[in-house]
């Protein structure tokens, strides 16, 4: 088998998984996750509104959280609007929102999952946090939106704020 034959399978087989991804970001884009996007998003309208509770103005929204052993990890079957608070001051409030409350390792963590028919793929979930992000910011102008590989993050009225301090 020669040199090139094998550099001309490896291009094949990354050009297939390339068009996949983008077949995916695709499918989102034209309103195949739509439903979810939706639910994460009335959660995210219900944490906001009841900010007040749980006394917090920043949010995480990605892959839900789970106790693994001990260890915090992604549940890759659920997406989730969550918050950390590392004393547990915020937890009666999380609890009489309805938030699910996670301690791990001394730590606080209060989510509103969203379950997954099935696990998403990388590409796909890029895609609808993309999404999100253009919603929250469409909704909420002045809420920032901060965006990492696999989750975003929200801050209320974090727009005015920094307006407030650079004027």
């Known amino acids: 088998m020669s040199f090139a034959f094998v550099i001309l399978v490896l291009m094949a087989f990354f050009c297939a998984v390339a068009f ?15 439903e979810l996007i939706k639910k994460v998003l009335s959660r995210y309208r219900k944490l906001r509104e009841n900010q007040d509770a749980v006394n917090a103005n920043a949010f995480v929204i990605g892959p839900a959280q789970e106790d693994h052993k001990g260890n915090l990890r992604d549940n890759p079957k659920a997406l989730a609007v969550r918050i950390l608070d590392e004393k ?8 009489e929102l309805g938030m699910d409350v996670l301690e791990v390792k001394e730590q606080f963590f209060y989510q509103f999952p969203v379950e997954l028919e099935k696990e998403m793929e990388n590409a796909e979930l890029v895609a609808v946090l993309t999404r999100i992000k253009q919603k929250i910011e469409e909704r909420y102008p002045d809420d920032f939106v901060g965006r990492a590989p696999n989750y975003l993050t929200v801050v209320i009225d974090g727009k005015k704020l920094l307006k407030h301090l650079d004027g």
């Not at 995916?24 to 884009?29: M, P, S, T, W």
């Not at 547990?88 to 609890?95: E, F, I, L, N, V």
């Open 20 to 34: 996949r991804q983008q077949l995916k970001r695709d499918k989102v884009n034209a309103g195949g996750q739509d």
């Open 88 to 95: 547990g001051k915020r937890r009666d409030g999380a609890a």
